[in-house]
């Protein structure tokens, strides 16, 4: 049997908050990485997490960064879809940016609808006047924290790493593609 690869990773620790990035399992592709830090970026309606860490390798690899399965289980996704880390070259800190699909401005929307609702549920309000006062009063006063909708805290494995070798591409014009029996059939063409 082949001995595994490994591939040398140089950790910079930014603060010292950091966690070195670890695998969960003998066998896993990925290394969990651990949020020290989220911020809301309200100009982009996301969630930025930090790290801690910058990293290096050597030229000719680098890392790919993925959000971890349970992320199903949120409402956010990776908003790059999946990281590419020239890690020979880039050395800034390793930051993973979530985006929920339910907006902030749908969520205070849905909370203002409750409020209506729940004025409307309100047998001590008896006239018109009554409830557009209780209602006025408890929307003035609605108090939404961004990071109370964050999919992860503090502290959370926000995503895993994925070390990756490159393989140098070299463009070719030509006229004609070899024919393959799938030819230019795409999306969904082999069936369900």
Avoid: W
Wanted: aromatic share 8%; glycine share 6%; charged share 30%.
């Amino acid at each position: 049997m082949d001995e595994k690869k490994s591939l040398e990773v140089r950790f910079k620790i930014l603060r010292e908050d950091a966690v070195i990035p670890s695998y969960a399992h003998d066998g896993d592709m990925g290394m969990d990485m651990t949020a020290t830090k989220v911020t809301y970026d309200a100009e982009k309606d996301c969630y930025v997490y930090s790290t801690s860490l910058a990293f290096a390798t050597d030229m000719g690899s680098g890392v790919l960064i993925f959000p971890r399965s349970s992320n199903r289980e949120t409402d956010a996704y990776l908003t790059n879809s999946v990281g590419v880390i020239d890690s020979a070259l880039y050395r800034g800190e390793i930051l993973f940016c979530f985006k929920n699909r339910t907006s902030l401005e749908a969520r205070i929307a849905m909370e203002k609808q409750k409020i209506i609702e729940d004025a409307l549920q309100n047998p001590n309000i008896k006239t018109f006047e009554e409830y557009k006062e209780e209602v006025n009063k408890r929307i003035t006063t609605l108090v939404i924290n961004p990071l109370d909708y964050a999919p992860y805290q503090v502290g959370d494995k926000v995503g895993q790493m994925i070390a990756i070798e490159q393989v140098k591409m070299n463009p070719i014009v030509v006229d004609e593609l070899n024919k393959t029996e799938r030819g230019a059939n795409g999306f969904g063409s082999t069936g369900k």
